[in-house]
């Protein structure tokens, strides 16, 4: 196999919010790459529909975005970044303006749509239900202005390099070349961890390479066990998953059972527009009460042109699945969706590791808690993304380009022969079964025996894109079965049905490190 070597100032790897938004902070100071696994604008961003919380609204008030987000959190929000983020906002997304990104208007004034767990409309939203694409549109043309920085796509990062307890570079590999590259700073910026379930709302990218890379270069992890499982995921045995976004019930939109029964307002006050986790757990326990693998969204009593202009992408989908959402009632089903937990982090976007920073949905700032409010995590990937810039670039000042070493890999003889599709299957069918929205010691038992049968894939030296992804996610697999089995309580996304109180140890964060195992911080 070829191999090549370069430096560069600062390497940010991820090229969704967060990792561009660094990239625009960093780009006045230095050359700046920036690597993505797959092509430049393939990351959960562009793919993200419901919208941007914001106060900016008239009838809004930071206050009031502050107090949505720690409730939200369910007592685990780190509120010093919670009081940053919702400070931040307003500023970053006029900043987002100014560089042309445009939010749907309701005359001369911007829209701000509702979404659960929000007690005001702050929500903004572009080309009806299409954020994320304009949000990466705005930031891509941005980062284009500056000639100091590149961007390799295809570029997979397998592993960070440290020397010294320092983060020096990473290795990556491109069209089957190592390529091993030197940096002042590195930030990681790899989004979540949504494919490591069987059913989810995340795109193929989102195998939390970022997580497993830190954990064994030796970061702290923490918090893994929060994972949010979205509601209403499209339903079908023959169609893919995708996202039907909360600001449809929002805009009016009712849950029924395959009965045509309204269930929520049974489950909880807010009804339809009840927190994320106990909207998911409510539809499960209508699906084993009516014996159905899915429940039903209705939208068809809002005006179809409204529906239409409002939701054109979501309409448009379900149209080539043969579902007119104006007049058909949606087969939907909850799917995982976010991850709370990650890298730790200071609010300046530093890892336990020095020269190793992170930001967005790899990162764990504190932010969300145990449970995130919706419609928070773009803002927190720009906000955290240019603090986490910033701090790189005067962590560098006194730190000199590292000497190139040469790149050294070859391909390890004794790699085993793995059946990776089957080995992907089968993990993340044992993340949704035992794993996901309701757990309990007996389910995470049987799912880190299996995870244990495949030790030798950790073990072993592997080199493709492919190899790499099933080593990280069964290494990320471990490491939220190990943290749901010691948070022996239920708060915000972590049920267990053996304890479903909050438990003793409820205020308490958990953290991993590949030295010490999963402990209570
Ligand atoms: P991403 O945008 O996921 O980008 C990750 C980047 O890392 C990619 O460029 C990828 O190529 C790169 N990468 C990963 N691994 C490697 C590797 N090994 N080597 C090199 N590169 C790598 N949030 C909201 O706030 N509002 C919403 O309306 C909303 N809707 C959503 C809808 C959907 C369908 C989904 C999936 C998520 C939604 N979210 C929403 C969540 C939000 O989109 C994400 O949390 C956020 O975009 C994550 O941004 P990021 O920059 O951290 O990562
Ligand atoms: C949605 O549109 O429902 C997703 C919003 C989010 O995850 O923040």
Redesign the pocket.
């Known amino acids: 196999m070829k191999s090549s070597v370069e430096n560069t100032d600062f390497l940010i790897?991820?090229?969704?919010?967060?990792?561009?938004?660094a990239a625009i902070e960093l780009a006045p100071q230095g050359r700046v790459i920036?690597?993505?696994?797959?092509?430049?604008?393939?990351?959960?961003?562009?793919?993200?529909?419901?919208?941007?919380?914001v106060a900016l609204s008239d009838e809004d008030e930071v206050r009031i975005h502050y107090e949505d987000t720690i409730n939200a959190g369910d007592g685990l929000c780190d509120e010093e970044a919670v009081r940053s983020l919702v400070e931040k906002g307003p500023e970053f997304i006029l900043e987002l303006i100014s560089w042309g990104a445009e939010f749907d208007k309701e005359g001369s004034k911007l829209d701000f749509t509702m979404?659960a767990a929000h007690s005001r409309k702050r929500?903004l939203?572009s080309h009806g239900d299409s954020?994320?694409k304009e949000?990466?549109r705005v930031l891509v043309n941005k980062v284009r202005t500056f000639p100091s920085v590149s961007k390799y796509?295809f570029?997979?990062?397998?592993d960070l390099i440290i020397e010294d307890g320092r983060c020096i570079g990473?290795s990556?590999i491109k069209n089957d070349e190592i390529k091993n590259i030197f940096a002042r700073a590195v930030i990681l910026?790899?989004?979540?961890a949504?494919r490591l379930f069987s059913r989810?709302?995340?795109?193929p990218?989102?195998?939390a390479?970022?997580m497993a890379?830190a954990y064994r270069a030796g970061a702290v992890l923490k918090d893994m066990e929060f994972v949010q499982f979205?509601p209403t995921s499209f339903y079908s045995t023959s169609a893919p998953q995708?996202?039907l976004?909360?600001?449809l019930r929002g805009e009016g939109a009712f849950l029924r059972n395959i009965n045509g029964k309204r269930f929520m307002p049974e489950y909880h006050p807010m009804a339809d527009l009840a927190p994320r986790d106990a909207v998911a757990r409510a539809i499960v326990s209508e699906m084993v009460k009516t014996g159905a693998p899915h429940v039903y969204l209705d939208l068809t009593h809002l005006e179809a042109p409204f529906t239409k202009k409002r939701f054109p992408l979501i309409y448009s989908t379900c149209l080539t699945f043969n579902v007119d959402i104006t007049k058909d009632l949606i087969p939907v089903s909850p799917a995982a969706?976010?991850i709370m937990g990650g890298v730790k982090t200071n609010l300046k976007g530093e890892t336990s590791i020095k020269g190793l920073f992170a930001?967005?949905?790899?990162?764990c700032t504190g932010v969300h808690g145990a449970n995130r409010l919706?419609?928070?995590?773009?803002?927190?990937?720009l906000v955290f993304?240019a603090e986490t810039g910033r701090t790189a670039a005067q962590y560098a000042v006194n730190i000199k380009k590292p000497d190139a070493a040469p790149a050294l890999n070859k391909k390890n003889p004794e790699t085993p022969d793995l059946d990776l599709q089957k080995m992907k299957d089968t993990m993340r069918r044992t993340m949704w079964d035992k794993v996901g929205i309701i757990r309990c010691r007996e389910s995470l038992s049987e799912a880190k025996n299996k995870f244990n049968e495949w030790d030798h894939v950790l073990k072993a030296a592997l080199l493709s894109?492919q190899e790499?992804?099933l080593k990280?996610m069964l290494t990320v697999s471990h490491l939220i079965t190990d943290a749901c089995l010691l948070r022996e309580g239920s708060i915000g996304a972590h049920y267990r049905s053996d304890f479903k109180d909050r438990g003793k140890n409820w205020k308490r964060h958990t953290e991993c490190q590949r030295e010490k195992g999963t402990g209570w911080a």
């Open positions: 790897i991820g090229g969704g919010v967060a990792g561009l938004r920036v690597l993505t696994k797959d092509r430049l604008n393939e990351g959960s961003t562009g793919y993200a529909q419901g919208g941007i919380a979404e929500i939203h954020t994320g949000l990466e796509d570029s997979f990062t397998r990473v990556a910026a790899t989004g979540g949504g989810t709302t995340n795109p990218i989102t195998t390479d970022g890379i979205h995708f996202l976004s909360e600001s969706h976010y930001a967005g949905e790899v990162a919706a419609s928070n995590s773009l803002l927190e990937g993304g894109r790499l992804e990280n």
